[in-house]
């Protein structure tokens, strides 16, 4: 019998996704589509943007994009949400350029879920279109349909992230896996969180990808398994074998044209396919809208506070003070999470998260560090952190 309050990866069960999945996505239940294809709803911008012109109008739009992202497929796509290509075109060219002087100095990508190296990612390409070009900028980022879809899912107060990822000609498709946050995690860490965060962890972030080029299938559109969000234990569940082999052998794909606009809830297995071609960079423009409601009310200097208890801590532990209460103490004042960070930095070659302020003044106080190494390795995570 499963232990309440608790999801383990052991007790996974493939035919309770499988039940979970084997449904069909109706038009007749979202009257602003224009069609379902491969059971993913899908939405002509054109008539969207007639649709949401009233205050009631686009109320009504919001909750049917919040039902089909929660409660329906979970994967929306927006028909030419950029009505200008030009918009895309610059900033591919922005992020091409980017990629151009990456090669040339070297510079090893890392990828989550994919081996690094496999493709051509550019980390916080928000930021580097908005310094490197203010007015290509303003007219990718001033879109309805991306500030409609946020807010629908988040409300009015949201935060974007992005990245730019690149699958070259023959690049391999990536794992099936779960997103930010617990799909972040290594199993026996998403395990310690209690099951009511797991339904939690989808609604604080949205997961959006611009076309930057045309995507017919052979090029490796995403893999999706539509309402695979609605499988709660996911999160322990898709790093095992018979998960993942469910997952390859019954995922779908849209076919997109360059500035066109996919959506999904993070919590749908999926994975970047495979590009079978010999002569297409199949580019898009990854997007996370994150929701604001994470963050503590108060600003805490946190590597102050490390600083000013270390020495003491580490003499108590030296003296056996128990494991449970220094944990507890570090838990209190350190950052206890890797995010945000800068990828740039924190390149993820080995594991799917580099290590929190915590684990670092853990490890110091375990092995007894010397103050002027913990300073060091405090001030190197901060570097580390800097988006520029």
């Known amino acids: 019998m499963r232990e309440p309050g608790w999801f383990f990866a052991d007790e996974c069960k493939v035919d309770d996704l499988r039940r979970i999945v084997e449904v069909r996505t109706e038009l007749s239940e979202y009257q602003h589509a224009s069609s379902i294809e491969h059971n ?22 919001m909750a049917e994009i919040a039902r089909a992202l929660s409660t329906g497929p979970g ?34 990508r890392g990828d989550h879920y994919a081996k690094p190296g496999a493709n051509d990612r550019v980390w916080n390409s ?25 807010a629908a899912w988040l409300g009015p107060r949201y935060q974007f992230t992005s990245q730019v990822n690149v699958v070259n000609p023959g690049g391999e498709a990536q794992s099936p896996h779960r997103d930010y946050h617990l799909g972040f995690m290594e199993t026996h860490e998403a395990e310690m969180y209690p099951e009511h965060i797991h339904g939690l962890s989808p609604l604080l972030t949205l997961q959006g990808a611009v076309a930057h ?4 299938a052979v090029t ?22 018979e998960f993942r082999d469910f997952v390859n052998a019954n995922f779908i794909q849209i076919e997109l044209r360059k500035g066109d606009v996919s959506f999904f809830n993070p919590a749908v297995f999926h994975a970047a396919g495979t590009n079978q071609t010999s002569d297409i960079r199949r580019m898009a423009n990854l997007f996370q809208m994150n929701s ?31 494991a ?20 740039d ?22 092995e007894g560090w010397p103050s002027d190494r913990f300073i060091k390795e405090l001030n190197e995570y901060d570097v580390r952190h800097r988006s520029a």
């Open 292 to 322: 604001p409601f994470g963050r503590a009310i108060e600003t805490v200097d946190t590597k102050r506070v490390c600083l000013a208890i270390y020495d003491e801590l580490r003499d108590r532990v030296g003296r056996g003070m128990s």
């Open 324 to 343: 449970d209460k220094w944990l507890a103490v570090v838990a209190a004042a350190a950052e206890g999470y890797p995010f945000p960070t800068n990828l």
């Open 213 to 216: 080029t045309d995507m017919p």
């Open 126 to 150: 928000l930021e580097k279109l908005a310094m490197r070009d203010a007015s290509a900028f303003i007219d990718y980022f001033d879109n309805g349909i991306l500030a409609l879809v946020a």
């Open 75 to 108: 994967v929306i796509a927006f028909r030419d949400a950029y009505e200008d290509v030009s918009v895309v075109d610059r900033a591919s060219e922005v992020f091409c350029k980017i990629i151009e002087e990456q090669h040339a100095a070297g510079s090893r």
């Open 220 to 241: 490796g559109p995403t893999y999706y398994l539509p309402h695979s969000q609605k499988y709660p234990m996911g999160y322990v569940a898709w790093k095992r074998p």
């Open 40 to 61: 993913v709803v899908v939405y002509d911008a054109k008539t969207v943007r007639s649709a949401v012109v009233t205050p009631d109008g686009r109320r009504k739009v």
């Open 345 to 366: 930095r924190d390149v993820p070659l080995d594991r799917l998260t580099p290590p929190a302020q915590s684990d670092i003044m853990a490890l110091a106080v375990m």
